[in-house]
């Protein structure tokens, strides 16, 4: 086998809920280059292969009977800059958020409501992540992706990525495509985005009224920090569950039993749910069985307390959604990526 490829390597330091599962074959890419002879080696030996950038959305199962691929090419740019609009480009192993603290330290707005989000640059288009009202799609210009089954470059704009709540065309196509380098246009002015949340009211006891990307940033960091647990401190992968979009006559039935229901309406006329709330007014919160729980203080995260597997963690959540369609009649989806 490869000298580059190291064998039955535990993926624990490589997913966020820190389960131990092994990957038959483990290597990192720093370049094109790497990406295109990994792929190479790996389909001559028949090797399917698992592409990986920080493993904050993902659940393990299973030992990986693959080339686990992480992605560590690195690399941040101003491709243009019209003095108002900035387009930056930075290469899919870049960290999330170190990137997002590059663009502040540029003086560039547009990615602050996106601070603090695990994970790197190359995975952020798969689920168009989003937090506090914004979503990638809202700055997103393109990026190139390396399609693995021609070997050819291509280049998506906005429209071809089909960016929608926590979706886009990679996630619907898990494994064809693997994205390299993605493009954001970026602003020398804010155009603040404060009404989610607890956002406009914590700029606000800090006196600021008037605030720059980086007081955003900054709040939207501390918000942050107080609800979700750490990863290294404690394993999740963030929210667990989507929050469920239904009609507005599902809306209207569940209100009539529980009249504090947080319901968000949607343009089409349906409405967005609060996966959270619904868990917890389940009785879910806090919730433990051996060491896969759900959290004590956001029951949309499912945590890892040391030694849960993937698989222990699979059944809390099936049973969650079991309960949530029981007594709500409401579907929950996952949000992490199964393996
Ligand atoms: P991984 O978990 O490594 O991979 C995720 C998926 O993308 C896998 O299917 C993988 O095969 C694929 N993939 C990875 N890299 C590439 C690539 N270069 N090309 C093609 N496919 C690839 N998400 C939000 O949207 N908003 C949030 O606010 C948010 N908060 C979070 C908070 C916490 C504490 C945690 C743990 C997670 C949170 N997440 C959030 C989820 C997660 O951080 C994001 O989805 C992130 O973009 C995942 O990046 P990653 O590099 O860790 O991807
Ligand atoms: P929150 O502020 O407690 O809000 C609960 C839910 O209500 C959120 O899921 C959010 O939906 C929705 N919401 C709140 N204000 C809204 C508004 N003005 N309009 C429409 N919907 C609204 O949520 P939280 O758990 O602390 O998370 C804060 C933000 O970070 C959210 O945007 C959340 O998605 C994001 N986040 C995501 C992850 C992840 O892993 N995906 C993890 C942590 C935080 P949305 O989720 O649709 O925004």
Redesign the pocket.
């Known amino acids: 086998m490869s000298g580059q490829w190291q064998e039955q390597v535990s993926l624990k330091p490589y997913n966020t809920f820190g389960i131990d599962v092994k990957a038959r074959y483990f290597t990192q890419a720093h370049n094109d280059e790497d990406v295109r002879r990994a792929l190479a080696q790996a389909a001559a030996q028949g090797v399917p292969v698992l592409v990986i950038g920080g493993g904050?959305?993902l659940l393990l199962t299973a030992d990986v009977q693959a080339l686990v691929l992480r992605m560590a090419s690195s690399g941040l740019r101003i491709v243009s800059d019209d003095g108002q609009r900035v387009v930056v480009e930075a290469e899919a192993g870049e960290p999330w958020h170190p990137f997002v603290e590059w663009s502040l330290a540029q003086g560039l707005a547009g990615l602050e409501?996106l601070s603090l989000?695990p994970g790197t640059v190359g995975a952020a288009p798969m689920?168009n992540?989003?937090?506090?009202?914004?979503e990638i799609k809202d700055v997103f210009v393109g990026l190139t992706a390396l399609d693995r089954q021609t070997g050819a470059l291509r280049e998506f704009d906005l429209e071809e990525c089909q960016f929608a709540?926590?979706d886009s065309v990679f996630k619907r196509h898990p494994g064809r495509w693997l994205i390299l380098r993605v493009r954001f246009a970026l602003s020398r002015v804010l155009h603040a985005h404060l009404?989610?949340?607890?956002v406009r009211q914590r700029l606000s006891e800090q006196g600021i009224s008037n605030p720059t990307a980086q007081n955003v940033s900054d709040a939207?960091c501390s918000?942050?920090r107080e609800?979700?647990p750490d990863p290294v401190e404690l394993g999740n992968?963030?929210?667990?569950f989507?929050?469920p979009v239904v009609a507005g006559v599902l809306a209207d039935k569940i209100r009539v039993q529980h009249p504090g229901l947080?319901a968000?309406p949607q343009a089409d006329g349906q409405f967005?749910l609060?996966?959270?709330?619904l868990i917890e007014q389940a009785g879910w919160k806090g919730h433990r069985e051996g060491d896969a729980g759900v959290h004590r203080l956001?029951s949309?995260?499912l945590v890892n307390y040391g030694h849960a597997t993937g698989l222990q963690l699979h059944q809390l959540a099936q049973k969650i959604q079991a309960d949530i369609l029981e007594r709500f009649g409401v579907t929950l989806e996952m949000?992490?990526n199964l393996y």
């Open positions: 904050s959305n409501n989000i689920q992540i989003g937090a506090y009202g914004v709540y926590r009404d989610y949340g607890p939207i918000i942050r609800k979700l992968a963030g929210s667990f989507k929050n947080v968000y967005k609060a996966a959270g709330w956001q949309l995260v949000e992490p």
